[in-house]
Structure formats: C-alpha cells, structure tokens
C-alpha cells in the first residue's frame, strides 16, 4: 500500500504539470478553458498575462514538492510527511486563489485537485497514514 500512495502522490503532483501547460498557453486543458484568467483575486491586481505566468511558478513548485513526497515515501525518508504536508496545503490554496469565483466547471479549476489533496491531508494528518514505523 506505501508504494501505491507513493505512486499516488506522484501522479498528482504530475498533474499539476498540465494545469502548468494551460496556464502557460503550451495547450488548452479542455476547448475554450480561460484558467487561470479571471482569478477571483489576481484579475483584480495582475494583467491576465502575469496571473498566468504566476499560476505557471507555483504549479511548478507544486508539482516538485509532491513528486518529491512521493519519491521520499518510495525511499521511507522521515523527510516525506512534513514535504507532503507542505505541498498538498500549498496546491489546495494555488487552486483556491487562482479559481474565477464562479461556480461553474469546478472540475477545470481544480476543484479535484482541492479534494484530492484534503484527501492527501486528511490520511497523512489525522490517520497518520503510512505509519513512518
């Protein structure tokens, strides 16, 4: 089971690299997907073209610090369960921050990816699952 969570973490965190080539215009994820235009708080401080580009940094860091976890909890590092922590709480608020306002085509915005990384939270936090023993 610790290298099917391992695997786990790291497809997720490769996930993260498609919403990168959305926000960085290399392809659209679905036809006609504005994210991260329209970002319920960036549009209001950024030009459409620097919110991409900072959606595209933090997806990167996103997707490093969970390959990285999935790639310690593969090693049984006690490094992975802070990394982890760390990185699925970091990834819920870049798509928390980054998402239009609106509640239509969550599943495009990341509302996924929130629940997969409470998921991620909520077994490595309260469960204490993979036990580090």
Excluded: C
């Excluded at 973490?9 to 329209?38: C, N, T």
């Amino acid at each position: 089971m610790r290298i099917i969570f391992g695997v786990f973490i790291i497809l997720h965190g490769l996930v993260h690299l498609l919403y990168f080539g959305q926000s960085a215009r290399y392809f659209e994820l679905k036809p006609g997907m504005p994210w991260p235009d329209r970002s319920w708080i960036f549009s209001r401080l950024l030009t459409d073209e620097a919110t991409r580009y900072l959606a595209s940094i933090v997806l990167i860091i996103a997707a490093i610090g969970l390959v990285v976890s999935g790639i310690g909890i593969f090693m049984d590092q006690n490094w992975w369960r802070p990394l982890i922590v760390g990185a699925a709480a970091f990834s819920a608020v870049v798509f928390l921050l980054f998402w239009n306002g609106r509640m239509q085509n969550l599943d495009g915005q990341g509302l996924v990816g929130i629940l997969i990384d409470i998921a991620i939270l909520m077994t490595v936090l309260v469960l204490r699952w993979p036990s580090t023993e």
